[in-house]
Every structure is written in C-alpha cells, then in structure tokens.
C-alpha cells in the first residue's frame, strides 16, 4: 500500500505527486526567520531566505516554482519557558509567505488566519488548509485569489492537517484535545472526531484512502484509523508509558511497507512494519531532537531536520547511519524536498510551544 503524508511537520512534495526539481532540500528555520536551500548530494548551503517572524510548516506549489511557508507573530514557547512573561502575539506578522523559487525571494504574503502553524494543500494546488494554532482553528486559504476562503472552530492546538485524495475531506489533528478532527472540505463543517492518544501531531493518509496514521506525542504510539468510517483500527505501541520517545514526524516508504519516525528528545529514527505493526529498529544519534523528516527519491537516505543543533541528518537507510550532518544553522523546524518519489505530502512537525522537544 503506497502512503501520503499531508499537512511536517513538514514533509512535501508537489501537488500532483511529481517532483518539483532535483537536488533541493528546502527547511524552515523557525527562530533566524528564514527558508534555507540546501543541495543535500554536496552537503552545500545554497541559499538563505529571509520569509518573517517563526517559518514553520511548508509545501511546494503544484508546478513546483513557488514554496508556501507559515509565518506567526506568536511568540516561541516550549519547554523550560514561562509562557505568563512571554510578549503579546503580534498578528502583523501571521500570514503565508509565497517564495519564489527562482529568484529565492519572499513574493508576497497571504492571510491566513491567526497563528498559521502547517497545512495540507489540495491535490490541485489551489487550496492551502492551514492549522490555527492559538485560535483552535482551521482556514482554508484560497491560493488563486490569495485570500482566506472559511474558517471552521476545531479542538485545541490544531498541527497536522492532511487532505483525503478526493478533495472531499480534511483531517487536523488537535494535540491538547486529543482528537483529528475530519472536516468536509467544500463546507467547512466538522463530520466527525477520531480519538487519539496524548498530543497527536502529524497524519499520513494512504495513498488509496483506506488508512490513517497519527503521531501520538505523548502517548508514544501511531494511531491507526479507517478513513471510511473514521473508527479507529489500531493503536502501535513504540514506547512504554512515560517513554522518552515521543513520535513526531512521519515519512513512508515509497512502496507503502514501512513508516520511519522521528522521536524528538530520544534522538532516534523508528522504522515501523505497517503489516504487521512491529517496530524493525531503532536508528539511534540521528541528531538533537529531530522533527521533521522527509525520504530521498530513491527511499535510501532519510533527511531529518534537527531544531537544537541548527543541522540537517543525512541518514542511510541500508546500513541504519547518519552519513552526514549538513549545518544550516538557527533551529530547522519544517523539512520538504524537490526530489522525493514517495508521493509524500505537506505535513506537520510539532510546535515547541507545550512540546517535549
């Protein structure tokens, strides 16, 4: 069964499914306020873009020319920080940055709704879904005319959001509710809630639109649901209770078989059998709290984005290594790439506000 990530935590590619180019990692840095292009074959910096205030979540346009970026006015919070002495959120600043990806600058900026953290793009690239965190929304951001199209109330701290194939149903998975919450995406209406264990983050769907599968932070677990009738099928298990490995982001394998996950704090990269459910290995040292993760275009390489050593991992999935660091600098939060075959799609990696990353 082949899979789709959608809404990165970052992990991308176009639209349609084709790649955008060749040889290109793109990767939010959420606190220098930059998009950083990387060649990840010559482990060579490209180019630094400076987008706005806290880039997170990312996609490639349909005809792979333009990147979307979520920018906030929200201020960073996360662990060992005193949110009561944090400054006001600056709502000037929340939008969707439009980078061109020719001349490697920021072209414009939607709206968005406040506090845009990631989203999941229709396949015909003319609707961005956009997660707002702070308001415990979802808006659907028309990119044809550049404005906010609906916005409909969801469960609190909406991140990951995914698209169904057909366009007809948007998924948002909501970490302090505890619920992905499934959306008719020509009403905005909410149909139903999927229940989920502690701070769900990133969803992947399948390809053929049978199955989904949740990032459960805290519950250190992959929730697995019908998309049919949105029950849930499975929980799997990859850590005890109180475990330091906190699933995050998600990337599939091209031919659907196995699911890699990065852990945050543990530092490692999970790779998980979906037929049968059983954790194969865990990939140790990937970096310091990796996130975001997309595959190479031939599925033997994993490129994780590392917020606290401000580094891309490059790491070969034949003998389970990291073969390279790339520094970028600043704190890399969202990761997508030109050149994956995966059928990956826009996802989300975790906010650091309330995160154990």
Same mark, same amino acid.
């Given at each position: 069964?082949?899979?789709?990530?959608?809404?990165?935590? *970052?992990?991308?590619?176009?639209?349609?499914?084709?790649?955008? *180019?060749?040889?290109?990692?793109?990767?939010?840095?959420?606190?220098?306020?930059?998009?950083?292009?990387?060649?990840? %074959?010559? !482990?060579? /910096?490209?180019?630094?873009?400076?987008?706005?205030?806290?880039?997170?979540?990312?996609?490639?346009?349909?005809?792979?020319?333009?990147?979307?970026?979520?920018? =906030?006015?929200?201020?960073?919070?996360?662990?060992?920080?005193?949110? =009561?002495? #944090?400054?006001?959120?600056?709502?000037?600043?929340?939008?969707?940055?439009?980078? @061109?990806?020719?001349?490697?600058?920021?072209?414009?900026?939607?709206?968005?709704?406040?506090?845009?953290?990631?989203?999941?793009?229709?396949?015909?690239?003319?609707?961005?879904?956009?997660?707002?965190?702070?308001?415990?929304?979802?808006?659907?951001?028309?990119?044809?005319?550049?404005?906010?199209?609906?916005?409909?109330?969801?469960?609190?701290?909406?991140?990951?959001?995914?698209?169904?194939?057909?366009?007809?149903?948007?998924?948002?998975?909501?970490?302090?509710?505890?619920?992905?919450?499934?959306?008719?995406?020509?009403?905005?209406?909410?149909?139903? $809630?999927?229940? $989920?264990?502690?701070?769900?983050?990133?969803?992947?769907?399948?390809? %053929?639109?049978?199955?989904?599968?949740?990032?459960?932070?805290?519950?250190?677990?992959?929730?697995?649901?019908?998309? !049919?009738?949105?029950?849930?099928?499975?929980?799997?298990?990859?850590?005890?209770?109180?475990?330091?490995?906190?699933?995050?982001?998600?990337?599939?394998?091209?031919?659907?078989? #196995?699911?890699?996950?990065?852990?945050?704090?543990?530092?490692? /990269? /999970?790779?998980?059998? /979906?037929?049968?459910?059983?954790?194969?290995?865990?990939?140790?040292?990937?970096?310091?709290?990796?996130?975001?993760?997309? #595959?190479?275009?031939?599925?033997?390489?994993?490129?994780?984005?590392?917020?606290? =050593?401000? @580094?891309?991992?490059?790491?070969?999935?034949?003998? !389970?290594?990291?073969?390279?660091?790339?520094?970028?600098?600043?704190?890399?939060?969202?990761?997508?790439?030109?050149?994956?075959?995966? !059928?990956?799609?826009?996802?989300?990696?975790?906010? %650091?506000?309330?995160?154990?990353?």
């Amino acid at each position: 069964m082949a899979l789709t990530v959608l809404g990165v935590l *970052g992990l991308v590619l176009r639209a349609d499914g084709r790649p955008a *180019g060749k040889g290109r990692l793109y990767i939010s840095d959420e606190r220098g306020g930059n998009v950083v292009v990387v060649d990840p %074959d010559a !482990g060579a /910096l490209i180019a630094r873009i400076p987008v706005g205030k806290r880039p997170r979540g990312l996609v490639l346009s349909a005809d792979g020319t333009k990147l979307y970026v979520a920018l =906030s006015g929200s201020p960073i919070g996360g662990p060992n920080v005193d949110e =009561s002495k #944090l400054p006001p959120p600056d709502r000037r600043f929340d939008g969707i940055g439009v980078v @061109d990806l020719r001349s490697h600058r920021l072209i414009s900026t939607y709206p968005s709704g406040p506090d845009p953290e990631t989203f999941g793009m229709s396949h015909d690239g003319k609707t961005l879904y956009v997660s707002n965190e702070d308001t415990g929304k979802l808006s659907s951001v028309d990119l044809v005319s550049g404005t906010v199209r609906a916005t409909v109330a969801v469960g609190t701290e909406p991140e990951g959001v995914a698209v169904s194939q057909d366009d007809h149903l948007v998924y948002v998975a909501c970490e302090t509710a505890d619920q992905v919450y499934v959306v008719d995406a020509r009403t905005m209406k909410v149909l139903a $809630t999927i229940a $989920t264990l502690q701070r769900p983050r990133t969803i992947l769907l399948s390809k %053929d639109g049978h199955t989904g599968y949740v990032s459960d932070e805290f519950g250190s677990a992959i929730t697995v649901f019908n998309a !049919g009738n949105q029950q849930v099928l499975k929980t799997i298990r990859v850590g005890a209770a109180n475990s330091p490995v906190h699933p995050m982001g998600l990337a599939a394998s091209a031919d659907g078989r #196995l699911l890699y996950v990065t852990t945050g704090r543990a530092g490692a /990269l /999970l790779e998980i059998d /979906l037929a049968t459910g059983k954790l194969l290995r865990s990939i140790p040292d990937v970096g310091m709290r990796p996130w975001g993760i997309v #595959l190479s275009d031939d599925g033997h390489k994993a490129y994780t984005a590392n917020g606290p =050593s401000g @580094d891309i991992a490059v790491i070969d999935l034949t003998s !389970g290594r990291v073969a390279r660091r790339i520094a970028v600098g600043g704190s890399p939060w969202g990761i997508v790439s030109s050149m994956s075959s995966t !059928g990956l799609k826009p996802n989300a990696r975790a906010d %650091d506000k309330g995160a154990s990353r």
